[in-house]
């Protein structure tokens, strides 16, 4: 996040009300790359679902034309392998979701803001941190 933008935006919170955590620092995930599912003005695609990536999940997202599988060393993307967790645009959670093929959440690291595009049962039916 750019500097400033925290007292900009105001505390970010996740789905579940609570303070946002981070949900990755390797590989270093987030809108701002800051490991963390914040989001602001600038987030148009609201990369907000904190996911863990699964093998026919990058497979799935390849073939709707997001490669999230191959490096991109320009702009220092390291290509995601399955177990990392990454920050992800909400629609394209949906999008899988309605296919069958959404990756697991971690919802203290999932922005509220996914709640303007899928339901909080849906996600909480997806999270990796519930007991």
Known sequence: MLDGDAERFGAQRNVLGEKLIDCSLRPMTGFFRTGCC???????????????????????????????????????????????????????????????????VVLAATHERALEYVTLEDLKRHA???S
């Open 38 to 104: 914040e989001t602001g003005p600038m987030d148009a695609g609201a990369h907000v679902v904190c996911t863990e990536v699964t093998a026919e999940f990058l497979a799935f997202s390849k073939s709707r034309g997001n490669d999230l599988s191959t490096p991109v060393p320009a702009f220092g993307f390291p290509g995601l392998q399955p177990g990392d967790r990454w920050c992800l645009c909400a629609a394209r959670w949906r999008e899988a979701l309605d296919a069958g093929m959404a990756p697991r």
């Open 128 to 130: 990796l941190d519930l």
